[in-house]
């Protein structure tokens, strides 16, 4: 997991919904930052509880995240 910031409403006033820090997989991660529809705007560091704990593109939880890769299924 990771906390990405995103392309939100530009429209917005506030730079916190123009580009809204959001909980993003680290698969998500990969996949969407790159190309030119990227969704991500920037990785900005490592998970952060505060901006949740499900992925905000396949909302896959932090656990479930971790099952996956100690099972080893993906
Ligand atoms: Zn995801």
Not at 26 to 31: G, I, L, R, V, Y
Request: proline share 1%; glycine share 10%; with cysteine.
């Amino acid at each position: 997991m990771k906390s990405c910031q995103i392309w939100g409403d530009l429209a917005a006033d506030r730079i916190d919904d123009q580009y809204p820090t959001v909980t993003v997989c680290d698969a998500c991660a990969e996949a969407n930052q790159q190309g030119e529809n990227a969704a991500i705007v920037a990785v900005v560091g490592g998970y952060d509880e505060g901006h949740g704990d499900e992925c905000h593109f396949c909302d896959i939880t932090r656990e479930e995240e971790a099952a996956a890769k100690d099972g080893g299924d993906l």
